[in-house]
C-alpha cells in the first residue's frame, strides 16, 4: 500500500523578485536516456585503483541540501520541515530547467591555508585539527579522498566551504554564525547531540548584494567578507550525505559530494538571476509530486534523496539520521544505464544489473538489451535501481538490498500508484 507520507502534499513555490516564474521543462526519453542515464560508470571505494585516475574529465564539486523547520505547514501534512530546490535558468550549459539542490564547483580558494587566520579563533591551531580525521581510516572516495598538497585545508573542510559559498551566491543564505555559536556547534558534533542550526541574517540588502557580487567574481571574497563581518562558516552543521559522478552525457561531468544542513526556521532566500529562475520550499513528497506531474524536473540524485527521505517525516529524523551516518565514510555512487524494450533501468551498485568492473572512463553508450522489464526482473532478484518509462516523468524506485555505511535506502513505490492516489 502506498505509504501515507505520499499524501496530503501542499507546496510553497517563491518565484524570486527579479525573475518572471519558470516555464515547465519537457524531456523527452532519448534526451533523458542520454542527459540523465548517461553511460555506464562504477562505483569506486577509495583504496581502489581505476583507470580513472590518470583519465580524469569531470570537475570535483559540492552540493547542500538545506531542510528547513515549517512552523507554517498544514495540519494534515506528514513532514515539519521543507527543502531548499533552485530552478536553474533555462539557457544555463549546466542542468539547464533543472531543479537541484545549491552547489557548485570547488574554487582554490576553499583549500586556502589563510582561512586558518580565521579559524585559530575558534582554537583551531593547524589544518589537521578540524574534527575529521578519525574518517582516514574508513571509506573514502571520490573529491573527499583525493590527494592535496599538505600546507592546504583538507578536503573535508574546503568542500564544505565551497558548499556554504556555493549556497551563499545561490540562494543569498549564509550557513555562518558568531564566535559562540560556531563553539556551540563543535561542541556539539563532539558529544553528537544535534540541534538544527541558524543563518546569518544581519546584513542589509545592499551590503549583501554588494558582497555576493564580489564573491562571484573572486571565491577569496568570501574569507575577507566573513573576516570584516567577524563570523565563521559553520562547517560543523554540514553532514556528509552521498558522493555521486555524473554519467558521462557530453562535455560536462561533475564528480559532487551533497552535503546535509537542518535550519531552525525556513530563511528568506535571495536567487542570483544570473543562474537560478526561482526557489522553492518543499518536503520530500512535494518534490518528487511535482516532478511526476511535469512542473518541475529532477535529475536522479535528488530523487533519490526525495524517495530516501520520504521516511523521515519530522526534522528531528533528519537530523539524527545525519547524525548517524556521519562516521560511516561513503562511496562513489555512480549509476549504469540499460535500455529495455519498454523502459529504462538506471541500475545502482548491489543490483543484479550493476557491472562487476567498469571503466571510469567508459564512453560506450547506453547498452540496449532485447528483454521486457518483466523478463529483466525474472533474472535479477537482487534490486536497487530507478526504472523510467515513457519520457522519464514515469517511473519506479526498487531497492530490496542492505545499503552500505548505515545509508537509508529509497522508500519503494511507483509513480503511477501515487498520481492514482492523488487523483482518486
Not at 103 to 120: C, H, K, N, T
Not at 246 to 252: H, K, Q, V
Not at 399 to 413: A, D, R
Request: aromatic letters at 10%.
Amino acid at each position: 500500500m502506498l505509504s501515507t507520507r505520499l499524501r496530503a502534499l501542499t507546496f510553497t513555490c517563491r518565484t524570486s523578485r527579479y525573475l518572471v516564474k519558470p516555464r515547465a521543462v519537457k524531456v523527452c526519453m532519448d534526451q533523458f536516456s542520454e542527459s540523465v542515464i548517461g553511460l555506464p560508470c562504477t562505483r569506486m571505494q577509495s583504496t581502489a585503483a581505476t583507470d580513472a585516475e590518470h583519465q580524469k574529465h569531470w570537475r570535483d564539486a559540492a552540493s547542500l541540501m538545506v531542510c528547513a523547520k515549517d512552523y507554517n505547514q498544514p495540519q494534515n501534512s506528514v513532514f515539519d520541515y521543507r527543502m531548499l530546490f533552485l530552478k536553474r535558468q533555462g539557457g544555463s550549459n549546466v542542468f539547464g530547467g533543472t531543479s537541484v539542490f545549491p552547489g557548485g564547483v570547488i574554487d582554490d580558494a576553499d583549500f586556502s591555508p589563510e582561512w586558518m587566520q580565521l579559524y585559530r579563533a575558534l582554537g583551531i591551531e593547524t589544518v589537521d585539527s578540524f574534527g575529521w580525521e578519525h574518517l582516514k581510516n574508513k571509506p573514502r572516495a571520490g573529491p573527499i579522498a583525493s590527494p592535496r598538497a599538505k600546507d592546504l585545508l583538507p578536503n573535508d573542510v574546503a568542500f564544505r566551504l565551497c558548499a556554504i559559498r556555493e549556497t551563499f551566491e545561490e540562494s543569498g543564505i549564509l550557513i555562518a554564525s558568531s564566535h559562540d555559536y560556531v563553539k556551540q556547534s563543535m561542541k556539539r558534533v563532539s558529544a553528537k547531540s544535534f540541534a538544527p542550526s541558524s543563518c546569518y541574517t544581519e546584513l542589509d540588502e545592499n551590503k549583501f548584494l554588494e558582497w555576493r557580487q564580489r564573491i562571484y567574481n573572486d571565491a577569496n571574497q568570501f574569507l575577507v567578507m566573513c573576516k570584516e563581518l567577524d563570523i565563521f562558516p559553520n562547517l560543523w552543521s554540514l553532514f556528509e550525505l552521498s558522493n555521486t559522478l555524473t554519467p558521462r552525457a557530453g562535455p560536462r561531468r561533475y564528480d559532487t559530494i551533497f552535503y546535509l544542513n537542518t535550519l531552525d526556521s525556513v530563511p528568506e532566500v535571495i536567487i542570483d538571476e544570473r543562474e537560478m529562475a526561482n526557489d522553492q520550499w518543499l518536503n520530500p513528497a512535494e518534490g518528487l509530486q511535482l516532478h511526476f506531474k511535469g512542473d518541475i524536473n529532477l535529475y536522479p540524485p535528488q530523487l533519490l534523496e526525495c524517495a530516501r527521505f520520504l521516511d523521515f517525516p519530522g526534522l528531528t529524523d533528519v537530523q539524527n539520521y545525519g547524525a548517524k551516518i556521519m562516521d560511516e565514510g561513503m562511496d562513489i555512487s555512480l549509476p549504469v544505464g540499460y535500455r529495455l524494450k519498454d523502459c529504462l533501468i538506471h541500475a545502482y551498485p548491489g543490483d543484479d544489473c550493476y557491472p562487476k568492473n567498469v571503466s571510469l572512463a567508459s564512453i560506450s553508450k547506453v547498452p540496449k538489451l532485447e528483454e521486457t522489464e518483466e523478463d529483466n526482473l525474472r533474472r535479477c532478484k537482487n534490486l536497487h535501481r530507478i526504472t523510467f518509462y515513457g519520457t522519464g516523468r514515469s517511473l519506479k524506485f526498487d531497492c530490496n538490498i542492505k545499503l552500505p555505511h548505515n545509508e537509508h535506502p529509497p522508500q519503494n513505490f511507483s509513480s503511477q500508484d501515487w498520481v492514482d492516489q492523488s487523483t482518486a
